[in-house]
């Protein structure tokens, strides 16, 4: 069974327009990390976002925040006011507790922001 | 502050030859070093991680290798190339092993086998 599931291969949103990207998880493990990476058409991946098992409130970095529902295993990424720069790949991950550091990833989801 | 570097940028390689892709972290000691592999349009999956120097661990059985002959020097190899090994290639790099410790990943290799 697949750890990391991302639903929505590809995603249109008109800027200035908030967009959830949807993630859920699985794991048995009672700590782990949950990530969100953007990855622009130019390959390097970037870092957005980081919620814990054990967080209390939902993770927000900016324009970014993580609706992290624990009991349904989901940790859905939501853009707030989308930007034309915002186009791109983005990766849900999961990094269980009892790894070495290891990041699960989820296949992704394309997002598109139309003018 | 931290940063990561790989080389070559791009390569295109004949089915057969050897492979040599290289990873260097700088600003940071002892860091947790990753390899991952992109296919086209697709997530990443972990090939190698290391603790330490001479610490390789595998996650998929293939024909590459890893190693790392310095603190901050992870080294992806192959002798033969398949054409399935073509793809995007990723290093990866982390403080520790916590949960909360963000992975930063460098801008990547994109390898061509024909």
């Known amino acids: 069974a697949q750890k990391i599931t991302q639903t929505q291969p590809g995603m249109f949103v008109q800027e200035k327009e908030a967009v959830t990207l949807d993630c859920t998880y699985d794991?048995?493990?009672?700590?782990?990390?949950l990530f969100w990476y953007k990855q622009p058409s130019s390959g390097e991946m970037i870092f957005l976002i980081y919620?814990?098992?054990?967080?209390?409130q939902n993770a927000t970095e900016g324009r970014y925040s993580l609706n992290f529902q624990k009991a349904r295993k989901s940790a859905n990424l939501v853009i707030s006011a989308s930007q034309l720069g915002d186009s791109a790949m983005y990766f849900c991950?999961?990094?269980?507790?009892?790894?070495?550091?290891?990041?699960?990833f989820g296949k992704g989801t394309k997002l598109s922001v139309k003018p | 502050s931290q940063t990561i570097h790989q080389w070559p940028a791009t390569l295109v390689q004949p089915v057969g030859s050897p492979l040599s892709l290289e990873c260097t972290v700088e600003?940071?000691?002892?860091?947790?070093l990753y390899w991952y592999r992109q296919a086209a349009g697709r997530g990443l999956q972990l090939l190698f991680y290391?603790?330490?120097?001479?610490?390789i661990s595998s996650e998929v059985p293939q024909n590459l290798s890893a190693s790392r002959p310095q603190d901050r020097q992870f080294i992806l190899s192959s002798k033969k190339l398949l054409l399935s090994d073509s793809g995007f290639y990723l290093c990866?790099?982390?403080?520790?092993?916590?949960?909360?410790?963000?992975?930063?990943f460098g801008p990547g290799t994109r390898l061509l086998v024909l």
């Open positions: 990866a790099w982390t403080a520790g092993t916590s949960i909360q410790e963000t992975q930063y």
């Open positions: 794991t048995s493990d009672p700590s782990y990390g």
């Open positions: 919620q814990g098992s054990y967080d209390q």
């Open positions: 991950a999961m990094r269980e507790g009892g790894s070495q550091g290891n990041l699960i």
């Open positions: 600003g940071t000691s002892n860091p947790n």
């Open positions: 290391s603790v330490g120097i001479g610490q």
